[in-house]
């Protein structure tokens, strides 16, 4: 576990009311459960690539990430790109305040390829604060996002994810690509 200092984050707007998010986004974006499973509805198989994983302290976070969870001495990053099949279909940047990791959710730090939905949802014990949804401006267009705060057994931590131009959330459900 490298303490090395994680990259900055791009300027993503966040939408104060959720219906300026055009419906079928929306729909995508607002998934209460696993979107690695929703992922894998589309017929895809999911593979998820850890591109940086490292305690940092809160100084180093984004701003906004820091309001919105707890003190704390150090905070666990991993930064994923996730995998639709060969195309690249999301970004994953989830924070853990050192305090959550405690007792089995210790195993956090060690996921690797393991996407984390399969962790978070194995269990009873998770629950969502909120969602935010956003957009970003990129080299590749504008990009959906979304912002969580989960909790395990009452503890949190902050999921960012960003969509990428390939994943179906910019081609929606039922939208046959090409034509
Ligand atoms: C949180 C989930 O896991 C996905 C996998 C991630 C990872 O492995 O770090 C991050 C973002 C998610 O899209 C999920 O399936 O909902």
């Not at 060969?86 to 989830?94: F, H, I, V």
């Not at 959710?105 to 969502?128: C, E």
């Amino acid at each position: 576990m490298s303490d090395s200092h994680s990259p900055a984050q791009p300027p993503i707007h966040w939408f104060n009311d959720p219906t300026d998010v055009p419906a079928d986004v929306a729909d995508w974006l607002m998934e209460m459960g696993s979107m690695t499973r929703r992922f894998e509805k589309q017929g895809v198989t999911v593979t998820v690539k850890p591109q940086n994983e490292c305690f940092v302290s809160r100084a180093e976070l984004g701003e906004s990430e820091a309001q919105q969870l707890p003190e704390s001495a150090r905070y666990w990053v991993r930064e994923i790109v996730l995998f639709g099949d060969a195309e690249p279909w999301l970004l994953g940047r989830t924070v853990i305040p050192e305090e959550t990791l405690t007792g089995p959710d210790m195993a956090l730090v060690d996921l690797g390829t393991l996407p984390l939905g399969r962790y978070l949802f194995s269990g009873n014990n998770l629950t969502r604060d909120y969602i935010h949804l956003g957009q970003l401006q990129s080299e590749q267009g504008d990009l959906w996002a979304r912002r969580s705060r989960l909790r395990l057994s009452d503890k949190p931590l902050l999921l960012t994810e960003i969509f990428l131009p390939d994943s179906p959330v910019h081609r929606p459900e039922g939208k046959v690509s090409g034509i």
